[in-house]
């Protein structure tokens, strides 16, 4: 099955700073790549998704990347602000329709 | 838009009892998942239906645990009986028949003693 890596498990930034979290993934047919963020207590959002068909999409200060030939796809948080801190989790599909297999989650922490 | 719903927010049993969890998805979406988020892990699928039917169960421990969703809207996982092993947040996920953008909803946290 699909198996997916996320570095680093915890990150902390300056406010202002920017943040980079990286995710590999093994199954060469998946081919959407959704990051969520969850703050706690509460359920992951959804806040940029990619598909695989796109290099790169940005959002305001948030932007994904995506190489499907080295099978890796980057979170890039620019600007950052104190309420960014949470944890942020990327995902793939799977091979057994639109289920996502999730990294382990990177806890991001943003200083003033 | 209303987003997902699920009862209850929080659950303490003992091992060995049993305890359900209820989840009502996004109006209109056809797919609903139910994952479950261990400590410190990402979220793991445990099933996933498509209106009433079962897509893939392949992941959820089926001599303890059993979901049905028999309207094709609201969902009810249910664990009997609940081990020590079974503490977690559980997920509940909803799209669009056809589409791979998921919503989630708030989450059970479950303990079990």
């Known amino acids: 099955g699909e198996n997916v890596e996320q570095h680093p498990s915890t990150l902390s930034v300056q406010e202002g700073d920017s943040a980079v979290i990286k995710c590999t993934y093994s199954d060469s047919a998946s081919n959407y790549f959704p990051w969520y963020k969850q703050e706690l207590g509460k359920g992951p959002q959804l806040i940029i998704d990619i598909r695989s068909n796109v290099g790169e999409k940005k959002d305001q200060r948030i932007a994904v990347t995506l190489n499907k030939t080295a099978k890796h796809f980057s979170l890039h948080i620019t600007e950052t602000q104190p309420e960014d801190s949470a944890v942020y989790f990327c995902a793939a599909t799977s091979n057994s329709g639109y289920a996502l297999n999730f990294g382990k989650g990177t806890s991001l922490l943003v200083t003033p | 838009e209303a987003g997902v719903a699920q009862s209850p927010r929080y659950k303490i049993i003992e091992k060995r009892q049993s305890v359900a969890f209820w989840c009502n998805p996004i109006?209109?979406?056809?797919?609903l998942y139910w994952y479950q988020q261990i400590l410190g892990q990402g979220p793991k699928l445990l099933i996933q239906f498509q209106n009433n039917g079962v897509v893939d169960d392949s992941q959820l421990p089926k001599d303890r645990f059993s979901a049905e969703r028999l309207k094709g809207v609201d969902s009810t996982l249910k664990i009997q009986p609940a081990k020590l092993e079974d503490s977690a947040v559980y997920l509940c996920?909803?799209?669009?028949?056809?589409?791979?953008?998921?919503?989630f909803g708030p989450g059970t946290r479950l303990t079990v003693l």
């Open positions: 109006s209109g979406h056809a797919t």
């Open positions: 996920a909803s799209s669009l028949a056809g589409t791979d953008t998921q919503y």
